[in-house]
């Protein structure tokens, strides 16, 4: 939609901010702009017309860039709108994978593994003795 601007409109597009190019879509040209500012007195928006000077040859030129920048503008809010998806996506899924490895951890410590085993020892020289081992595993 700049070049279109540029080329149609005889647009200076260097350096301009998104309200410009708003604007230039909004009315035929700088000085239709100009007057409706000074009709509202809000003279500190208006443009200097050699620096920010376009002029549409017919109202059509400026319908068609006028959809060029809505579309634009919406293929832009929908990307950041996906960018925001795979954010926040990224967000939940590291939040579960820690609350997963929490869970598991704290089932590893509970779940050690406790053994009693009792037995009688006999050695030919020495009396019997009983012996009784205690185990845990985790």
Known sequence: YKSYAAS????????????Y??????YMDVKDYNNAKALNRDFAEMYNEDT?????????SRK????????SEQAF???RFIVGAM??????????????VSSYNKRQL???????????????TLPASLTVNFSTGF
């Open 8 to 19: 149609v409109a005889g647009a200076n597009v260097d350096g301009k901010d998104a309200d």
């Open 21 to 26: 190019y708003a604007t230039v879509g909004q």
């Open 52 to 60: 920010y000077y376009w002029q549409w040859d017919n109202n059509e």
């Open 64 to 71: 068609n860039y006028r959809n060029m920048w809505v579309t």
């Open 77 to 79: 809010n929908g990307l």
């Open 87 to 100: 954010m926040l996506n990224r967000i939940a899924s590291a939040i579960n994978a820690a609350r997963l």
């Open 110 to 124: 509970e779940s050690t593994d406790w053994s009693f085993s009792f037995g009688v020892d006999q050695k030919p």
